[in-house]
């Protein structure tokens, strides 16, 4: 069966995603297509031979349409993940599933009623290699219970339009998410340190930030989000564990030797880095839709990290560290 598949917002990310269904991903179609700007629309949509639908409800709506992509920025998400499900139709929807916790709340209630998992959201560190292995160790319990752990997100440079809150609500959230993954708890607090700032800042930005968070048993976890560093994509992982630690390891498949020495190739941006990652979500995604399942994150992810976004952000100006509120978790998601 082929899945065909609805495109809502097909901008950086969005277009990434339809090359990859496009060139080597098995089992899927983009067939339609609709975004907020109609120009970026046909565009996209006669690159592929899609239809263009003026609204991403008619496109949700439309028999042609077996599941949902939305590649839309964040504040459009939450009105287009309830028209999916309202459909039942799966729906993938990249990070963050919603802005706050209160309308991922909306998104769990609605999907509840349904009666089966429909959304997925775009945690794609899950499916990296390196961290699924990282993870493999962690849950085997060879290195005992973890104590510790080291997160860091550096990027080389953000556009002046990107706000302090955006480090956690659009580039944190893929760490807090990662944390919650390898320890299979959910975070407890959170504190947010704010160390000297980078001279490449702009001045509306506290860069770099530090989150410190405490998971429900008392993992202490800290998060360097670090969003100017002016040279590289750099993403690092480390797990403290009772009898042992286990951390990524630098990521690049060649090493350069010369006269000045011996060098890694640096990656550049998340399209670089978690290229493997993305296929295989993508990938999971479409066969699961296909076999009428669901796979990958759920709204209780997307719930659970936009709940520690919106503490981080109280916590940028208040003294932390502030407690997470999270409703217990439904069964539902269990
Ligand atoms: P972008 O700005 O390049 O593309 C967004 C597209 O959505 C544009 O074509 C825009 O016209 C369209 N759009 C905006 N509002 C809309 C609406 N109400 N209805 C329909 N279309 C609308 O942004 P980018 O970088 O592609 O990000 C898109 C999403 O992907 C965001 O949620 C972002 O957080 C996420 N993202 C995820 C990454 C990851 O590592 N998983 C990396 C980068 C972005």
Redesign the pocket.
Known sequence: MTVRIGM???????RAHIERIRTVIASGEVVAV????PG?AQRVAEGIGAKVFAS?AELIASDAVDAVMI????P??RDDVLAAIRAGKPVFC???LAPTASECLEILQAEQEAGRRLVTV?F?RRFDPSYRQLKAIVDSGEIGEPLIMHSRHRNPTVPERYTWDMAIN?TGI?DIDTMRWLLGEEIASVRVDKPKRTRHRFPHLQDPLVLILSSASGVWIDVEIFVNNQHAYDIQCEVVSESGTVRLSDQQLVERTGAIGRSHLLTMD?NER?GAAFVTEVQEWISAVARGEHTGSTSWDGYAAACVCDAAVRALTDDGPIAVDLIEQPAFYS
């Open positions: 809502i917002g097909p901008g950086g990310m969005g609709s975004d907020i700007d970026n991403s590649c839309s920025y964040g459009a998400h990249e990070k963050p775009g794609m659009d893929h998340h978690f």
